[in-house]
T-cell receptor, first 111, second 119 residues
Framework: QKEVEQNSGPLSVPEGAIASLNCTYSDRGSQSFFWYRQYSGKSPELIMFIYSNGDKEDGRFTAQLNKASQYVSLLIRDSQPSDSATYLCAQDIQGAQKLVFGQGTRLTINP | GAGVSQSPSNKVTEKGKDVELRCDPISGHTALYWYRQSLGQGLEFLIYFQGNSAPDKSGLPSDRFSAERTGGSVSTLTIQRTQQEDSAVYLC?????????????????FGPGTRLTVL
């Protein structure tokens, strides 16, 4: 069973709407969760990290973590065409530093 | 400040040849990681260095893969007797300290990657 699951998409959202990206994980011991954005042909860049249950907001981005249900999500408000990219969810593995990544969700924002 | 740098950006080699990929982490970062990303695949962990500790090699796919980190800074990933299935983008990342005493992981910052093509 894959440790981090994401819907590969593509997810299409109209410009100005809210994009909702979801990720589920199996390792209950994980304490650190990360969202990375990856443009085609580029390396991943950090969007947000979250350690605690609840919401964490940064500008147009909100990360949500629910450890009881083992999911983490990323909301993008007022979506822009420049938000079109693949979004990678990652978690650390208990007792180890390595990150395990989901397959990524390809997001397209339509003007 | 300067980010993670990797060289070469592209490498084309013939099957059976050895290749070396280089990573320069962010200055002051003590933790360094190698990942690879195959076409249409997610990122796959390969190896992790933290300070002077023994590296975590649990992600290396075979004994043809090895890595070293000299002087706690620059790292080299070596693939011996390359195979076509080794074709991928090899990404290096670094972080400040790795795992904190709280058990939480520091953010990893990625380099631009090396695209390896094995013919």
């Amino acid at each position: 069973q894959k440790e981090v699951e994401q819907n590969s998409g593509p997810l299409s959202v109209p410009e100005g709407a809210i994009a909702s990206l979801n990720c589920t994980y199996s390792d209950r011991g994980s304490q650190s969760f990360f969202w990375y954005r990856q443009y085609s042909g580029k390396s991943p860049e950090l969007i947000m990290f979250i350690y605690s249950n609840g919401d964490k907001e940064d500008g147009r981005f909100t990360a949500q973590l629910n450890k009881a249900s083992q999911y983490v999500s990323l909301l993008i408000r007022d979506s822009q065409p420049s938000d079109s990219a693949t979004y990678l969810c990652a978690q650390d593995i208990q007792g180890a530093q390595k990150l395990v990544f989901g397959q990524g969700t390809r997001l397209t924002i339509n003007p | 400040g300067a980010g993670v740098s990797q060289s070469p950006s592209n490498k084309v080699t013939e099957k059976g040849k050895d290749v070396e990929l280089r990573c320069d982490p962010i200055s002051g970062h003590t933790a360094l990681y190698w990942y690879r990303q195959s076409l249409g695949q997610g990122l796959e962990f390969l190896i992790y260095f933290q300070g002077n500790s023994a590296p975590d090699k649990s992600g290396l796919p075979s004994d043809r893969f090895s890595a070293e980190r000299t002087g706690g800074s620059v790292s080299t990933l070596t693939i011996q007797r390359t195979q076509q299935e080794d074709s991928a983008v090899y990404l290096c990342a670094s972080s400040t300290r790795g795992v904190r005493t709280s058990g939480r992981s520091d953010t990893q910052y990625f380099g631009p990657g090396t695209r390896l093509t094995v013919l």
